[in-house]
């Protein structure tokens, strides 16, 4: 792996760790994703005693209403993450890592859960391999994951966005002979905040705000150079408030996938 890619790795850590005092401030998205995953776990919680893996945890999900799970490994990139994380849930076993490059054995989990991560990983592919490797034969898979034309309000703007993988894109990671894909749908999820600037800084508060890896972006971008600009920008986000408020869209893949080699 090359010093460039080790160093967006250090980039993305700083950011997500700084971020951990405020993100449960702004995870209104994070919070209805999750609550869409565990409610498909509750239906389908065949495994027993199961060692459950949290790829991308943040500072942490309960698990608790899930009664098959017995022991919880959570994974972040980001230390400051897994400090609140064990504040919020001690008996959770911490692992600081790149959902790239799992410091996991073969076979060592039954069921890998992540909400609303791994669209930040350089290869979303490998990370799906990973996972692969650590979840034994017959292990559950459930995910979600930030899909194409999300954001769209921001590109409107004007404003740089990522340019996430398509459901299409996303389901090839699951390589046919390695998976069954039981269940993938993709959810237009919207959000609404008061303001311009609340709606902002529910991006940076989760560590979101900024994009490591400039190809992936969407290069139309505005110029920010004073008040003035920054009005003009407010005016042309109020065009498209609702009764709920500004709203910012995300459009989620959700996956259950199964283990079959």
């Known amino acids: 792996m090359s010093i460039v890619v080790n160093q967006l790795n250090n980039d993305v850590a700083d950011r ?34 199961a060692c459950l893996l949290d790829i ?3 500072p942490g999900t309960s698990f608790s209403s899930i009664s098959t799970i017995k022991e919880v490994i959570g994974v972040d990139i980001a230390q400051g993450m897994l400090r ?27 069921v890998i859960y992540s909400n609303v991560a791994l669209q930040w990983c350089g290869s979303l592919a ?11 034969f017959c292990g559950e898979f459930y995910g979600s994951i930030v899909a194409k034309n999300s954001l769209h309000q921001l590109t409107d703007l004007g404003l740089n966005v990522n340019s996430f993988l398509s459901e299409t894109e996303i389901q090839d990671c699951f390589v046919a002979q390695d998976w069954q894909i039981e269940h993938i749908e993709t959810r237009a999820i919207t959000v609404f905040f008061d303001d311009l600037k609340s709606l902002l800084q529910s991006i940076k ?4 705000s ?5 190809s992936k972006l969407n290069q139309r971008h505005v110029t ?34 199964r283990k079959t080699r």
């Open 224 to 257: 920010l150079r004073g008040r003035g600009d920054w009005q003009k920008l407010v005016n042309q986000a109020e065009l498209r408030r609702s009764p709920e408020g500004l709203p910012l869209t995300y459009n989620i893949s959700f996956i259950k996938a």
């Open 126 to 136: 490998q990370a799906i391999a990973e996972a692969n490797r650590v979840l034994a």
């Open 16 to 49: 997500f760790s700084a971020a951990a005092s405020s993100y449960q401030a702004h995870d209104v998205l994070q919070r209805i994703a999750a609550k869409h995953l565990l409610a498909q776990m509750s239906e389908n919680n065949a495994i027993s005693n």
């Open 205 to 208: 508060g989760v560590g979101a």
């Open 56 to 58: 991308g945890c943040g």
């Open 210 to 214: 900024t994009v490591a890896d400039k």
């Open 84 to 110: 609140t994380l064990k504040q919020g849930f001690p008996h959770y076993s911490a692992l600081c890592a790149d959902a790239q490059n799992l410091p996991i054995a073969n076979n060592a989990v039954e």
